[in-house]
């Protein structure tokens, strides 16, 4: 079993900044995939960037201003998000997929508010 531990998230007014970090407790090198996911109230769960060995992909209204990155040394993977958005307000969520196996694993969650 694989756990995945957010941290980063909070308040911050619309234009600021945050960096998102999710620690996995075993290494990520079988990870097909990393990525980070989120739900809003009232809305359906959505993916905002994934991660793999060979290219990154955002879901279009983060293009230019979030950007994922992976630390396997580190078991890591970031979201570093600018230009935050009262519409990026939600819980963000880990998340990581082995393929051998497969698996998918999620992280518990971390809220990120932008509000003035």
């Known amino acids: 079993q694989v756990q995945l531990v957010e941290s980063g998230g909070g308040l911050v007014p619309p234009g600021g900044s945050l960096r998102l970090s999710c620690a996995a407790s075993?290494?990520?090198?079988?990870?097909?995939?990393m990525g980070w996911y989120r739900q809003a109230p009232g809305k359906q769960r959505e993916l905002v960037a994934e991660?793999?060995?060979?290219?990154?992909n955002y879901v279009d209204s983060v293009k230019g201003r979030f950007d994922i990155s992976r630390d396997n040394a580190k078991n890591t993977v970031f979201l570093q998000m600018d230009s935050l958005k009262p519409e990026d307000t939600a819980v963000y969520y880990c998340?990581?997929?082995?393929?051998?196996?497969?698996?998918?694993?999620w992280g518990q969650g971390t809220q990120v508010t932008v509000s003035s």
């Open positions: 998340n990581a997929e082995q393929l051998l196996p497969r698996i998918v694993y």
């Open positions: 075993r290494t990520t090198d079988n990870f097909y995939s």
């Open positions: 991660i793999t060995a060979s290219f990154t």
